[in-house]
C-alpha cells in the first residue's frame, strides 16, 4: 500500500503541470490509496504582519458527508499553532492524532467530532530550506501510530516540495522571459543585438519602427550596411568590432555616444547610442541601446535660441534702464537684434512726417557688409518697408527689392540689399520710426523672425519714451527753477527801487524833521525813534533782499557772497573756495549759494555744531560744493522742503546732491554740478 501510495503520488507529479493542479490530485490519489477519508493541503500566507495558515485544495472521500468540516478548512485562516498542520509545518516534522476528540482545544475539533473523524496525521511539503506547506489526512477509524506511513509519507512530502519548487522556478523563468520582452518592446529605445562579426541578432520593436525596417529584414543582416551611413562612421563601426574581437578594448562598450543612424530609406538621424556586452558563454554579443534624438536636438536647439532671445532683451532692457545715450542705445539695439537673427544689417529710422523722409539714428551690420551710416536720410516713397511700416503702422515684409519702383528702392539695391523686414516704433501711442532688418541673401528668414523683431521694436520705443520722458522732467525741472530765480531777482529789483528807495527817503524826512522840532522835546523824541525804526525796517528789508537774491553773488561772485553768509552763522564757518577767480555759470553759482545758505541755516537750527567747513572747487567740467559740520547728524531730505529743494535745483542742472548724515557723526552736504 504505501508503495501504491508512492507511484500514485510520482503519477501526479510527473502528469501535473503547475503545483496549483498538482494539489487536489494529490490529496485525492494519497486519500484513495490510503483509504483515509479527508485530506487537505495547506500552505503559509501573510495576513498583515503576521504568517497564517491557508487551506489552498481539500479532498473528502465521496462517501463522507465531510463538507461541513472541509469548508471551515477552506473558509478561515489559521495561526499555525491551533492546527494540526500549522504545527507540522512549524515544526518541519510529521505528527500523528490517534484521536482529535481527544485535542478539543484546536480549531476545528467541533466540526471534525461532528463529521465524524478521529484519526488524523499531519505531513510537511519539505522545500530545499524550509517547509512550503503541510499536508494532513484524516480518518473516521481509529488508527494507532504507524510510523512506516509517517516515513512513507515524509518522504513523499519532500517529493512534492522538490515538485513545488521546481514549479515555482519555472515560472519565475517564464514570468522574467515575458517581462524582459514586454521590456524590450514597450522600451522607446531601439535594442539591437549584434553579434561579433557585426550581424543583427535580434531587435525590439522600436528599432523595426525607428529604422522602418521589419524585424526579418534585419535579424541576419549586417549592422553597418543597414543602419550605418556609408563613409567614416562605418568604417570606424567595422574597425572598432575587428579591435574588440582581436584585443577586447572598445571605444564604444560603456560609453554612451551621439552620432547618425541610417534608416531604410537612406535618410539620416541623430541618435544616442549606449553599448554593452552582456556577459553571456560562448562568443561576445553586443546591445546597443539607441534613441532617435532628432527632437531633442531641435528642442536644444530652438532653446538657445530662445535663451539668447532673452539674453539679447535683457541686455537692451538694460541699457534702456541704464538711460544710455540715444545714440549708444541705438549702436546697441541694432547690434543685438543683428546678430541673434542673423541678418546682413539692422536700422533704427525716425520718420519726419512733414518731409515725407525717415533718418536713420542707429545702424549696425555684419562684417563686409555695407552700413548706411546715422544721419542717412531716405525718402518715403514706393513700396519698400520703411514706406510701407510709415503708411500702415504694422511690420512690413519686402522680400526682393528687385524690379521694385521708387527712389528708396533704387537706393537699396544699390547697397545690394536684396529684401528687409520692417516693424513699427511707437512712442507713446504714435507711430515714431522704424526698426528694420535687411538682408543680402534670399535665403528666407527664419521662422519668428518677425516677432522677435517687433519685440525689440516695442523695446525701443519704451526707450525713446524713457529718454524723451527724461529730458521733459530734466526741463520743466529747470523751468521751475528758473522761473524762481528770475521772480527772486525781480523781487528783490523791486525792494531795493521801490520801497528801499521809498523808506530811505521817509527815513531822511523823518531825521530832517526831528532836526527841526528842537523847541518840542517830546516831539523830537518820537520822531527821533521813527527815524531809528526806519533804519531798521531798513535794515530788515535789506537782509531781506540778500535772501532773496543776493545782490553780491552777482556783482563779486561766489567767494565774497558765500563769506558774507559765514559771517552771519552762530559757529564759526571756514570759507575755501578754489575756483582760481574764476566764475562758474551763473546757474551753478546760484545753486551753490543757495546750497550753502540753506546748509548753514540748517546747522544754527539743528546740529548743535561747534564749527562748519564750507568747500568750493572744480576740476574740468564739474564743479562741487561741500559743507560739513561737527554736529549731530540725521538730517532727512524727506522730512522739510530745504534740502528736497536744493535736490531739485541741483538735478534740473544735471548736478547731485548727497546727504551723508549719520546720528552722532555730523553731517555732510554736497552738490556736484556740470559746470563745462
Ligand atoms: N546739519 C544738520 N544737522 C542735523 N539735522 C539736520 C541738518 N540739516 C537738516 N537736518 C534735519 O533734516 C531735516 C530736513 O531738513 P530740510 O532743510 O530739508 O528741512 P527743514 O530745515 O526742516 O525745513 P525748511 O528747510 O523747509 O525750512 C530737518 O528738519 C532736520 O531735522
Ligand atoms: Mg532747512
Avoid at 452 to 472: C, P, S
Wanted: hydrophobic content about 45%.
Amino acid at each position: 500500500m504505501l508503495l501504491q501510495t508512492e507511484h500514485a503520488v510520482a503519477g501526479v507529479l510527473s502528469s501535473a503541470a503547475t503545483e496549483h493542479d498538482a494539489r487536489p490530485r494529490l490529496l485525492e490519489a494519497i486519500g484513495e490509496v490510503l483509504g483515509w477519508h479527508v485530506g487537505a493541503y495547506w500552505v503559509p500566507d501573510e495576513e498583515g504582519d503576521r504568517t497564517v495558515l491557508r487551506c489552498v485544495a481539500a479532498w473528502h472521500a465521496p462517501a463522507l458527508p465531510a463538507d461541513e468540516f472541509v469548508r471551515a478548512s477552506l473558509e478561515a485562516t489559521y495561526d499555525p499553532p491551533d492546527i494540526l498542520p500549522g504545527r507540522v509545518w512549524l515544526s518541519g516534522e510529521p505528527a500523528w492524532v490517534a484521536d482529535v476528540r481527544e485535542r478539543f482545544h484546536l480549531a476545528r475539533a467541533a466540526a471534525a467530532a461532528r463529521t465524524g473523524l478521529r484519526s488524523a496525521f499531519g505531513v510537511p511539503i519539505r522545500g530545499r530550506d524550509a517547509a512550503l506547506g503541510a499536508m494532513e489526512f484524516f480518518s473516521t477509524d481509529l488508527h494507532a501510530t504507524d510510523d512506516d506511513l509517517l516515513a512513507t509519507m515524509t518522504s513523499l512530502g519532500t517529493q512534492i516540495g522538490q515538485f513545488v519548487e521546481r514549479c515555482r522556478a519555472l515560472e519565475a523563468v517564464r514570468a522574467s522571459e515575458a517581462r524582459k520582452s514586454a521590456i524590450l518592446n514597450a522600451a522607446f529605445d531601439c535594442i539591437i543585438t549584434m553579434d561579433a562579426d557585426g550581424r543583427i541578432v535580434e531587435v525590439n520593436e522600436a528599432t523595426e519602427a525607428t529604422f522602418g525596417y521589419t524585424s526579418d529584414q534585419l535579424v541576419g543582416g549586417d549592422l553597418a550596411e543597414l543602419m550605418i551611413p556609408p563613409g567614416k562612421l562605418r568604417d570606424a563601426h567595422r574597425r572598432g568590432l575587428r579591435r574588440y574581437v582581436e584585443t577586447g578594448a572598445s571605444r564604444m562598450v560603456g560609453h554612451p555616444v551621439e552620432l547618425d543612424a541610417m534608416r531604410a530609406d537612406g535618410s539620416t538621424f541623430p541618435i544616442e547610442l549606449a553599448v554593452t556586452r552582456p556577459d553571456v558563454p560562448g562568443a561576445p554579443l553586443f546591445c546597443g541601446y539607441l534613441r532617435d534624438v532628432t527632437e531633442r536636438k531641435e528642442a536644444e536647439r530652438s532653446l538657445q535660441a530662445l535663451a539668447d532671445e532673452q539674453a539679447a532683451l535683457r541686455r537692451v532692457a538694460t541699457a534702456v534702464a541704464a538711460e544710455l545715450e540715444p545714440a549708444q542705445l541705438f549702436a546697441l539695439i541694432t547690434e543685438e537684434i543683428g546678430r541673434l537673427l542673423e541678418v546682413g544689417s539692422s536700422y533704427v529710422l525716425r520718420y519726419d512726417d512733414d518731409r515725407q523722409t525717415a533718418v536713420v539714428i542707429g545702424a549696425w551690420a555684419d562684417d563686409g557688409v555695407d552700413r548706411m551710416p546715422n544721419g542717412t536720410t531716405v525718402p518715403l516713397d514706393g513700396d519698400t518697408v520703411v514706406p510701407t511700416v510709415w503708411r500702415t503702422g504694422r511690420p512690413a515684409r519686402v522680400a526682393s527689392f528687385e524690379g521694385m519702383s521708387g527712389e528708396l528702392a533704387a537706393l537699396l539695391r544699390a547697397r545690394g540689399l536684396y529684401g528687409s523686414l520692417g516693424a513699427p516704433v511707437t512712442v507713446a501711442g504714435r507711430l515714431w520710426g522704424a526698426m528694420v532688418l535687411s538682408q543680402t541673401t534670399p535665403e528666407p528668414l527664419a521662422p519668428g523672425t518677425e516677432d522677435r523683431l517687433v519685440n525689440f521694436a516695442k523695446l525701443a520705443g519704451q526707450a525713446i519714451a524713457n529718454a524723451a520722458a527724461r529730458e521733459e522732467l530734466a526741463a520743466s525741472r529747470a523751468r521751475i527753477v528758473e522761473a524762481g530765480d528770475a521772480e527772486r531777482r525781480r523781487l528783490e529789483r523791486n525792494l531795493h527801487d521801490g520801497a528801499q528807495q521809498r523808506l530811505v527817503a521817509t527815513s531822511l524826512s523823518v531825521r530832517l524833521a526831528a532836526a527841526r522840532a528842537k523847541e518840542d522835546p517830546q516831539l523830537r523824541g518820537m520822531l527821533d525813534r521813527a527815524g531809528d525804526e526806519l533804519s531798521l525796517a531798513l535794515e530788515e528789508l535789506r537782509e531781506l533782499a540778500r535772501g532773496l537774491h543776493p545782490a553780491i553773488l552777482s556783482d563779486l561772485g561766489l567767494g565774497p557772497a558765500l563769506q558774507t553768509l559765514a559771517e552771519r552763522a552762530p559757529v564759526p564757518v571756514d570759507v575755501d573756495v578754489a575756483l582760481d577767480g574764476e566764475r562758474l555759470p551763473e546757474p551753478v553759482e546760484a545753486a551753490a549759494y543757495y546750497v550753502v545758505a540753506e546748509a548753514l541755516t540748517n546747522i544754527a537750527k539743528y546740529a548743535q555744531a561747534s564749527e562748519a567747513r564750507v568747500r568750493v572747487g572744480r576740476d574740468d567740467a564739474r564743479a562741487f560744493v561741500e559743507v560739513v559740520d561737527d554736529g549731530v547728524g540725521g538730517a532727512d531730505e524727506t522730512c522739510g522742503s530745504g534740502l528736497r529743494g536744493l535736490a531739485d535745483r541741483v538735478e534740473a542742472l544735471g548736478g547731485r546732491l548727497t546727504v551723508t548724515s549719520p546720528a552722532g557723526a555730523g553731517t555732510r552736504l554736497r552738490a556736484d554740478l556740470p559746470a563745462g
